[in-house]
């Protein structure tokens, strides 16, 4: 079975420090690999994905994702955190093109001004 | 372009009591899911729809839970009777197709409260 680990359920950064975010995926084939942010009150929206293209996957609001198969790593990053970047934020992974998305728990982003 | 709708926001109701969730998907999205998202945990599938088929609803509890999507648009989520684990937000999701190289486009949801 697919899934992915989210480590810290909580991350706190200080306004323009860098963002990291991390996720393992457990997949027994090569994976597609999201990540979605969701702000309060509202639903989540795609922030990257990883296709078996570039393992360097850019996305939206500067945030970029690295897809490392010897470490099954897929962590999230953003050079500087903004205040608008709190929010939550999660891994997800699909074993194939077909196959609905399984979510981690989640990480909660706080930024500290 | 509209996204995905979802009635009601909130529902408060008493555990055994009904309820039910509607959902419209972007238009000429094939795809649609509906998720259960507790509080603390991420989203979790609950049922997948292609057109007016289910793909997948393989974690829908049917003793209770049930869902329909008879025009292969609109989609219905119905609870009955609820429990008190069942309070979470219920999202609703969709895409152009199951090939999930494409986006899911997800609704504001739907938080339900079981007292």
């Known amino acids: 079975a697919q899934s992915v680990t989210q480590l810290g359920s909580h991350v706190s950064v200080s306004e323009g420090a860098l963002v990291l975010l991390r996720c393992n995926y457990s997949?027994?084939?090569?994976?597609?690999l999201f990540w979605y942010v969701q702000y309060p009150n509202q639903g989540l929206q795609l922030l990257l994905k990883?296709?078996?293209?570039?393992?360097l996957v850019k996305g939206i609001n500067g945030f970029e994702a690295e897809f490392k198969k010897s470490e099954t790593s897929f962590h999230l990053t953003k050079p500087s955190a903004h205040m608008s970047d709190a929010a939550e934020y999660f891994c997800?992974?699909?074993?194939?093109?077909?196959?609905?998305?399984?979510f981690g728990k989640g990480t909660r982003l706080s930024v500290i001004a | 372009e509209a996204g995905v709708a979802q009635s009601p926001r909130y529902k408060i109701i008493e555990k055994r009591q009904s309820v039910a969730f509607w959902c419209n998907p972007i238009?000429?999205?094939?795809?649609l899911y509906w998720y259960q998202q507790i509080l603390g945990q991420g989203p979790k599938l609950l049922i997948q729809?292609?057109?007016?088929?289910?793909?997948?609803d393989s974690q829908l509890p049917k003793d209770r839970f049930s869902a329909e999507r008879l025009k292969g648009v609109d989609s219905t989520l119905k609870i009955q009777p609820a429990k008190l684990e069942d309070s979470a937000v219920y999202l609703c999701?969709?895409?152009?197709?199951?090939?999930?190289?494409?986006?899911?486009?997800f609704g504001e949801g739907s938080r339900l409260t079981v007292l």
């Open positions: 999701a969709s895409s152009l197709s199951r090939a999930l190289t494409g986006e899911l486009f």
């Open positions: 238009s000429g999205h094939a795809t």
């Open positions: 729809f292609q057109n007016n088929g289910v793909v997948d």
């Open positions: 997800a992974v699909s074993r194939s093109g077909n196959t609905p998305l399984v």
């Open positions: 990883y296709t078996s293209a570039a393992t």
């Open positions: 997949s027994s084939v090569p994976p597609y």
